[in-house]
Nanobody
Framework: QLQLVESGGGLVQPGGSLSLSCAASGITLDDVAIGWFRQAPGKEREGVACIGKSGGATKYADSMQDRFTISRDNAKNVVYLQMNSLKPADTGVYYC????????????????????WGKGTLVTVSS
């Protein structure tokens, strides 16, 4: 059974950095595309970044293009999201999701086409 587990969230000051991890079990990550999504309080879930099976293809939401980096280590079965220059508007629960095809990870979008989801990790950006 495919399971995704996010980690690395926490409290960080504005301008700081965090690195999130998405670890998979029950599947080899290089068989799926992975997306990071987030949901701020009272807002709809939104896409952050996507990475293809081999890691060569990536895409980002416009507002995160220059601050966030998605990467994967297939040997460790982990996908990462490095977040720099964090802003209070980046606060929310961050989820990773898996899908068989890179094109299922639609940006901008809410990730509804991605069939597998983790439970999320909370990121709070506040002074």
């Amino acid at each position: 059974q495919l399971q995704l587990v996010e980690s690395g969230g926490g409290l960080v000051q504005p301008g700081g950095s965090l690195s999130l991890s998405c670890a998979a079990s029950g599947i080899t990550l290089d068989d799926v595309a992975i997306g990071w999504f987030r949901q701020a309080p009272g807002k709809e879930r939104e896409g952050v970044a996507c990475i293809g099976k081999s890691g060569g293809a990536t895409k980002y939401a416009d507002s995160m293009q220059d601050r966030f980096t998605i990467s994967r280590d297939n040997a460790k079965n982990v996908v990462y999201l490095q977040m720099n220059s964090l802003k209070p508007a980046d606060t929310g629960v961050y989820y990773c999701a898996a899908g068989e095809l890179f094109r299922l990870c639609i940006l901008p979008g809410n990730g509804n086409a991605m069939p597998y989801w983790g439970k999320g990790t909370l990121v709070t950006v506040s002074s």
